[in-house]
Antibody, heavy 120, light 107 residues
Framework: EVQLMESGGGLVKPGGSLKLSCAAS????????MNWVRQAPGKGLEWVSS????????NYADSLKGRFTISRDNAKSSLFLQMSSLRVEDTAIYYC?????????????WGQGALVTVSS | DIQMTQSPSTLSASVGDRVTITCRAS??????LAWYQQKPGKAPKLLIY???HLQSGVPSRFSGRGSGTEFTLTISSLQPDDFATYYC?????????FGQGTHLEIK
């Protein structure tokens, strides 16, 4: 069974940093692109970042302006999102999502989400 | 960046109704368009990928059509479990933009 589980969310002050993790199981992790998607309270979905299976291809939403860094550890089947210079508007639930690029099904599995609250 | 616009933003319907949600792209995205369903407090669920392909386990009352810049999601006969928010998403190139969502509510 495919499972994705985020962790590392919490309360952080503006300007602070936080690192999210996503533990994957039930599939060959290194064979899949992985993504982060966020959702501000009461708002819609916003794609954040993508990383290929080999980490060779990485993309970010323009709005992040270099503040976020996506990475992965295939040996540990884990995905990460390092967030720095956090702003109040980064407050959101952050989801990790598997991308089945080969079949074109896109985000076929999602984690339950990790809440990040940026507030003084 | 390519913008995705859904209509309507809110849709009121009854069980058994046939409903259609539209998603328009500001430039062609080919057929690289997915639809997701999200219920309150839950992660989104993939319904349809590549415009018209039904994800495994999704009921056949859901269908998708379109290409280029205009796409539709149709639910042929609404069931109580279908009242949720629906999002389209393009994935032909980065950034993988989502539509703003359509909230489907019970009339």
């Amino acid at each position: 069974e495919v499972q994705l589980m985020e962790s590392g969310g919490g309360l952080v002050k503006p300007g602070g940093s936080l690192k999210l993790s996503c533990a994957a199981s039930g599939f060959p992790f290194s064979a899949y692109n992985m993504n982060w998607v966020r959702q501000a309270p009461g708002k819609g979905l916003e794609w954040v970042s993508s990383i290929s299976g080999s980490s060779n291809f990485i993309n970010y939403a323009d709005s992040l302006k270099g503040r976020f860094t996506i990475s992965r550890d295939n040996a540990k089947s884990s995905l990460f999102l390092q967030m720095s210079s956090l702003r109040v508007e980064d407050t959101a639930i952050y989801y990790c999502a598997r991308e089945d690029y080969a079949s074109g099904t896109n985000f076929d599995y999602w984690g339950q989400g990790a809440l990040v609250t940026v507030s003084s | 960046d390519i913008q995705m616009t859904q209509s309507p933003s809110t849709l009121s319907a009854s069980v058994g109704d046939r409903v259609t949600i539209t998603c328009r792209a500001s430039q062609s995205v080919g057929t690289w368009l997915a639809w997701y369903q999200q219920k309150p407090g839950k992660a989104p669920k993939l319904l349809i990928y590549k415009t018209s392909h039904l994800q495994s386990g999704v009921p056949s009352r859901f269908s998708g059509r379109g290409s280029g810049t205009e796409f539709t999601l149709t639910i042929s006969s609404l069931q109580p479990d279908d009242f949720a928010t629906y999002y389209c998403q393009r994935y032909n190139s980065f950034p993988y933009t989502f539509g703003q969502g359509t909230h489907l509510e019970i009339k």
